[in-house]
């Protein structure tokens, strides 16, 4: 497990303080819990690489399980996990990478260097002053996932 | 032949009267062992064969009263409080300025008696030399064997190695040696005796001035040791000397000259005199060894400057500066931090470097805009373009082939290199300012139902490239000067 490299976050005053604090910079935030084999995942790609983009972007855990977090996740629809939500300056930054939801990023990335394309590509935009991007990444490696929607 | 034993002559009677004086004083000093031979000089052109011509050093004076006092002084055993304040003015100090000189010049009398020894040796046992290298044990060896062929009766136990004890045991056994006269033998066993007392005087001299080394520059001897600063000190020709020495000198002290021409200086080592045979330079690994040097260099001269003034009688600067070259040696040796992956830099914050020159010009213009484009995208006010499939449909022709414009035809536009390299030859082709086809007529069919002919000499360039001058005619010249 090595979120202990990265700031795990479980009181809305943390997640405000973040966004509001980081500056200049694209802030990741990643909603999800540390037990579950895809958070896994993603956690380690995320703290790998953590180092390396420290200089355009900042990457932080959210619990979802914690009750001051779930203001977020009902603002911003999370039902799957992992999900990644990107921000610039405190504004929400947007990815269309093909599939319905384009306000976040759902799942893992199949390789390190996918996850800082994305970063890039979402830090080039933003210094443009774009507010929605499109994804670098060739459809396959963007996992899809079919919503059930109440057994159906 | 005559004439120069005449003159070798002469040289030895100057030395034998040196000698005849010296033996009637030998007689007063004490306690010093003389050869039974103590006789003069031979009349004979060095004559090789006899021990005294060559090594004559215990015969000297100077030798012998050093010695005398070294004794005395080492009976004594130490006196600490006499120091005066001029330190030049001690006696002792005197002494053990003479006593380096000595030593040296015993060192290089060891070295002649060797020689001494091992030409004669050499016809009973010529392989020994090249089995035994240091002088003292040679002689050593060859005083236990004496003039005896079996080496299986011969106990070398204690002077050498056993390795080498074999080694020899197994030479001797093939030896092309033949057993010595009795009078060479004799000699022989002479030669030993005195490089071994040789020796023995060495030491003597050794220990006498390390025990004084400690009273007279404390400091210096606990950063180097007692030997090598009295070496120093001995070879700069004092202490204030020492002193007053920059520290580069006091590293190249005792340094052995360049070896000769013809020997290769590949594999000779760096300059370092009397301070490699310190302690701590000893324990240095060789890759650091240079820098060692230099910092024992400058801390030693520091000490030697504490000595000369009497600054601090006790050592402890000595001993503080030990211990600081101790810990700079030990923080070389560390291991570089381990390095961590760098991170990205932030896109875009570094502008890309762009690259120009001759290649890169040249290359831009294969996708440079041609004349024939630039005419085709542009259109005449009031005047409808030509297209390739008619009336309007198709790709629109411009100004390219209209009625009215001064070239009939757009040929292939020479690029800026090549007009600039064409310049250089004067000859323009008449006419056409670039390469046209053979079967190109200044005659053209236009769509105003006529024949229009061209001035060649017009100069109708729509465009006009910027480099070359309108006012100027590219191909006039001067209107005096004439033309080869």
């Known amino acids: 497990m090595s979120s202990y490299l990265l700031p795990t976050l479980s009181r809305k005053r943390e997640v405000d303080g973040i966004i509001r604090d980081t500056v200049d910079k694209v802030l990741v935030l990643r909603f999800g819990r540390c037990s579950d084999a895809a958070c896994l995942q993603l956690d380690d790609i995320l703290s790998k690489s953590s180092r390396e983009i420290s200089k355009f972007a900042t990457i932080a855990l959210v619990d979802i399980d914690a009750e001051e977090i779930q203001v977020y996740v009902n603002y911003f629809d999370i039902t799957l996990i992992p999900s990644t939500i990107f921000f610039f300056n405190a504004h929400h930054m947007k990815m269309d990478s093909g599939t319905a939801d384009h306000t976040k990023w759902i799942g893992s990335f199949h390789s390190k260097q996918d996850f800082i394309d994305v970063v890039e590509t979402i830090f080039r935009g933003a210094m443009k002053g774009k507010l929605i991007v499109s994804c670098p990444l060739p459809p396959e490696r963007i996992p899809r996932f079919q919503l059930l929607f109440k057994d159906l | ?484």
């Not at chain 2, 003069?40 to 012998?64: F, G, P």
């Not at chain 2, 302690?279 to 000369?308: H, M, N, W, Y």
């Not at chain 2, 309007?392 to 070239?407: D, I, T």
């Not at chain 2, 002919?453 to 910027?466: A, E, M, R, Y």
């Open chain 2, 1 to 484: 032949m005559a004439s120069l034993a005449d003159s070798f002559l002469a040289d030895l009677e100057d030395l034998s009267d040196n000698e005849a004086h010296l033996d009637d004083e030998e007689a007063d000093v004490a306690d010093m062992e003389e050869d039974a031979d103590g006789d003069i000089a031979d009349i004979e052109a060095l004559n090789y064969d006899d021990l005294d011509s060559v090594s004559k050093l215990q015969k000297t004076q100077r030798y012998n009263d050093i010695m005398q006092k070294v004794e005395d002084a080492l009976q004594k055993g130490s006196d600490i409080s006499s120091h005066g304040t001029v330190l030049e003015d001690d006696p002792e100090y005197q002494l053990i300025v003479d006593c380096n000189a000595l030593s040296g010049d015993i060192e290089n009398e060891i070295i002649i008696i060797h020689n001494f020894i091992r030409d004669k040796y050499r016809l009973k046992f010529p392989e020994l030399e090249s089995l035994v290298h240091h002088p003292i044990d040679y002689a050593r060896v060859v005083k236990k064997i004496g003039n005896e062929m079996d080496l299986t009766l011969v106990d070398l136990e204690g002077l050498l190695p056993s390795a080498i004890i074999m080694v020899i045991s197994v030479t001797a056994s093939t030896t092309s040696g033949k057993p010595l006269s009795e009078e060479n033998l004799k000699k022989t066993i002479d030669a030993c005796d005195r490089a071994l007392d040789l020796d023995i005087a060495k030491k003597k001299v050794l220990d006498f001035v390390e025990s004084r080394m400690g009273y007279i520059a404390p400091n210096l001897s606990a950063i180097v040791g007692s030997a090598v600063a009295a070496k120093l000190m001995g070879t700069a020709g004092g202490l204030t000397a020492l002193a007053k020495m920059p520290a580069c000198n006091v590293q190249l002290l005792g340094a052995k000259k360049k070896t000769l021409a013809g020997f290769s200086t590949a594999a000779s080592q760096f300059r370092v005199g009397y301070l490699e045979q310190a302690e701590i330079f000893q324990s240095t690994p060789p890759s650091l060894r240079t820098r060692a040097c230099r910092l024992l260099a400058a801390k030693s001269t520091l000490a030697a400057r504490v000595d000369s003034t009497r600054g601090d009688s006790t050592g402890k600067t000595g001993r503080n500066l030990r211990e600081e070259i101790r810990k700079k040696i030990e923080k070389w040796q560390e291991p570089p931090p381990a390095k961590q992956p760098k991170p990205l830099p932030v896109p875009d914050s570094e502008p890309k470097k762009k690259r120009g020159g001759r290649r890169l010009r040249k290359m831009k213009e294969r996708y440079a805009i041609t004349d024939m484009r630039k005419l085709a995208n542009r259109m005449q006010f009031g005047v409808p373009e030509e297209s390739s499939l008619g009336d309007g449909l198709g790709e629109g022709y411009g100004m390219l082939g209209q009625a009215g414009s001064g070239k009939l035809r757009v040929s292939v536009g020479q690029s800026k290199l090549a007009a600039k390299a064409a310049k250089k030859f004067k000859e323009k082709p008449y006419g056409s300012s670039g390469a046209t086809s053979g079967l190109t007529s200044s005659l053209a069919f236009t769509p105003v139902q006529g024949i229009e002919l061209t001035n060649p000499q017009s100069h109708g360039n729509l465009l006009g490239s910027g480099t070359q001058s309108t006012y100027f005619s590219e191909m006039g010249t001067f209107s005096k000067i004439k033309r080869t």
